[in-house]
């Protein structure tokens, strides 16, 4: 039998749960869907969130031959395949290629339908769960609308699933939902219909029949849905989104967000992003305004990589809660950012004789001698001297936080340097 995913799937726009920004009345989207001239589109978001859906229901109504290839198995003979019915009695109403997961076509295979989608005697929609400016082949991407479809919120997740519920009742053994049961099952979807659904036909198979209904419990949706769906990629888009989440919560001194995506983090069993991005918060975003912090964030970090996961959540969380709670400056990055612009610009230059490592003059040299002023023979372990290359001996990167730490230190040589 069909998954209750695909057999309930909306056979109408108006049908797709979520997604109004596209899919609502008067949007553009739609009204360009339904004016049956349908363009060139990439679909871009996370599964199970209508992007095949939306696909077939432009497909039907159009009238076009729809193909469907995925990125995972089809090969450039499939494409070929495809190619071969332009000009064909098949091509009569125009071909509709469906491409799923594009991004896992290589180049070569891409570029094998820039002709057909150059000409217009294919339609391509394709979709890609990742970002398809770094993975669709450039010039098919000029050719093509991107509209990005959003992650399913669980009220548009509950929605689904009464309608779910009342064509189950209307096609088979009619059945009752509980409330909690109902938003149990959405809320541990993780914004992915077709999970949701998964685990609702799962419950209601289970179900005994009684009086000539199924009864769908809390407790009967719990043992299904042991685990939230979250999403997570190492290697995808969800990656990247929840560690930039997680650190700039971190810099941005919410302690509570931060705990949530470290808890997300941890929950997908991603220790070594955790513990990374936490270290580069402590010395990025704390840095100079309390330094001492690095040596505590380091030794959290090796506690944690020590015990392991779950107990490794504990020293990471103080660690976490102690870097966003601490007073921020971001100086030293700001500095060695700046530093490194002029060393890739070019801007640089021999460094000065008395810092160079020699104690021999050459025969050429003009001026004999290192030359070189050792601070701690002086007065308050300072002396002035150049340190900079010539071309740049001006340059400054370093400028003192406004934190107390930071003033403190910049009073204390401003006194000693007298300036």
Same mark, same amino acid.
């Given at each position: ?191 992915? !219909? #077709? ?8 419950? +209601?198979? *289970?179900?005994?029949? &009684? /009086? =000539? ?36 919560? !971190? #810099? ?8 949530? +995506?470290? *808890?997300?983090?941890? &929950? /997908? =069993? ?150």
């Amino acid at each position: 039998m069909e998954p209750l995913a695909h057999r309930l799937r909306p056979r109408t726009l108006g049908e797709v749960c979520g997604q109004q920004h596209l899919l609502g009345p008067g949007k553009v989207f739609r009204r360009t869907v339904e004016s049956g001239h349908i363009p060139n589109m990439i679909f871009y978001g996370p599964s199970g969130v209508g992007k095949t859906t939306v696909a077939g229901i432009i497909a039907a109504q159009s009238g076009m031959r729809l193909h469907k290839l995925n990125g995972t198995t089809a090969s450039t003979s499939d494409i070929k395949g495809v190619l071969a019915e332009i000009g064909t009695l098949a091509d009569e109403g125009g071909i509709l290629l469906y491409l799923d997961e594009i991004q896992y076509f290589n180049k070569r295979q891409q570029q094998s339908l820039l002709e057909c989608v150059e000409q217009g005697t294919v339609t391509l929609i394709a979709s890609t769960t990742e970002n398809p400016y770094f993975y669709v082949y450039n010039a098919l991407l000029s050719r093509c609308t991107v509209f990005e479809f959003k992650a399913l919120t669980a009220d548009d997740i509950v929605d689904g699933l009464r309608t779910a519920a009342v064509r189950l009742s209307e096609e088979e053994t009619p059945v009752d939902i509980a409330p909690d049961a109902l938003e149990y099952l959405a809320q541990s979807a993780g914004g992915d !219909m #077709r999970k949701a659904l998964g685990n609702l036909e799962f419950a +209601y198979n *289970a179900a005994p029949v &009684e /009086a =000539g209904r199924r009864a769908v419990t809390l407790e009967m949706v719990r043992q299904v849905a042991q685990h939230t769906a979250m999403r997570y990629d190492k290697l995808g888009d969800d990656h990247y989104d929840i560690v930039s989440a997680y650190q700039k919560s !971190m #810099r941005g001194s919410d302690p509570d967000a931060a705990l949530h +995506y470290l *808890a997300r983090l941890l &929950e /997908a =069993g991603d220790l070594p992003s955790a513990c990374r991005r936490l270290m580069v918060c402590a010395c990025e975003d704390v840095g100079l305004a309390w330094p001492q912090i690095i040596p505590i964030v380091k030794a959290a970090v090796d506690i944690a990589n020590a015990v392991g996961l779950p107990e490794a959540q504990l020293p990471l969380a103080d660690a976490v809660i102690l870097v966003a709670t601490a007073p921020k400056s971001n100086a030293g990055c700001m500095a060695i950012e700046a530093a490194a612009a002029d060393i890739k610009a070019g801007r640089s230059g021999p460094i000065p004789r008395q810092l160079q490592n020699k104690h021999y003059d050459g025969a050429d040299a003009v001026v004999k001698g290192q030359h070189y002023l050792y601070p701690h023979s002086f007065e308050n372990h300072w002396v002035e001297q150049q340190y900079l290359p010539d071309a740049i001996r001006d340059a400054r990167y370093y400028v003192p936080g406004d934190n107390k730490n930071e003033q403190a230190f910049a009073e204390y040589w401003k006194k000693i340097k007298k300036k």
